[in-house]
């Protein structure tokens, strides 16, 4: 397995953010590991792993201001080799009832934390990729050169969705796995710049959200990230993929 010397992960201090961080630290090419949170302070999981490696950087991805300050503090460490992966994992879910009348302020808040946010935030440390991918030019596509991969969920899945709402009420964290539009848009885009674009489902994993009764642990899909992700090259780029690597449809 190849992996990457520098990772950025949103959302990194709980549920599958903490556990991808953690996973990242247990291999020795990995050289840094950026925690992105928004109060480091309270970040006491991450301050318990004291490893060298691992930075924790405040971002909100719901303030452009924090995207930035964040970005500098990266660029500052990174420097000229770039960075080659971000995880655009930061996310949330809001049960959202037809029958209760419009709430428009939780859709903009959902849409923008799911949906907008991932696409600032790559836009912001595009410069880092891509320098990254500048500078070994001749290194197969994948994690472990410039990436991108964006935390999805089979909802996502326009062909896939048979029952609607559901129990779960879903209908607004449907609407904002429109990151796969994204992934897709952005793997065209960037494919002259080397840069591999991905959506990765993890599963339902037992988090804050996804709740106890859900089929897998927190370490068992960061192992799943680890092994999926890591063999993934060019003829990956533009896929929405379930934790194991098998293709969904769009």
């Known amino acids: 397995m190849t992996f990457p010397s520098s990772v950025l992960i949103t959302g990194a201090g709980r549920g599958i953010g903490l556990g991808l961080v953690k996973e990242f630290l247990k291999n020795d090419q990995v050289k840094h590991v950026f925690a992105a949170v928004r109060c480091p302070t309270k970040a006491d ?46 996310g949330i879910w809001v049960e959202y009832e037809l029958s209760d009348g419009p709430k428009r302020d939780m859709l903009r808040k959902i849409l923008d934390t799911n949906a907008a946010s991932p696409l600032i935030v790559s836009q912001v440390f595009l410069p880092l990729l891509r320098r990254a991918a500048s500078k070994s030019p001749e290194t197969e596509w994948g994690i472990q050169k410039a990436s991108i991969v964006n935390i999805s969920s089979g909802m996502g899945s326009i062909s896939e969705n048979m029952t609607g709402s559901g129990c779960s009420k879903s209908i607004a964290y449907r609407m904002s796995k429109e990151i796969n539009q994204m992934t897709r848009t ?13 959506s990765w489902c993890p599963g339902w994993v037992k988090t804050d959200m996804g709740g106890l009764e859900a089929e897998i642990t927190v370490d068992e899909s960061a192992i799943d990230f680890m092994q999926t992700l890591s063999h993934f090259g060019k003829e990956n780029t533009g896929g929405y993929v379930r934790r194991h690597g098998d293709s969904i449809d769009y």
């Open 45 to 90: 999981e991450l301050t318990k792993l004291n490893d060298d490696r691992l930075h924790v950087i405040k971002m909100d991805v719901l303030y452009d201001e924090s995207i930035l300050e964040a970005f500098q503090k990266v660029e500052e460490i990174c420097g000229e080799h770039g960075l080659n992966l971000l995880v655009n994992n930061a």
């Open 186 to 198: 952005l793997a065209i885009d960037l494919e002259p710049d080397g840069i591999m674009v991905v």
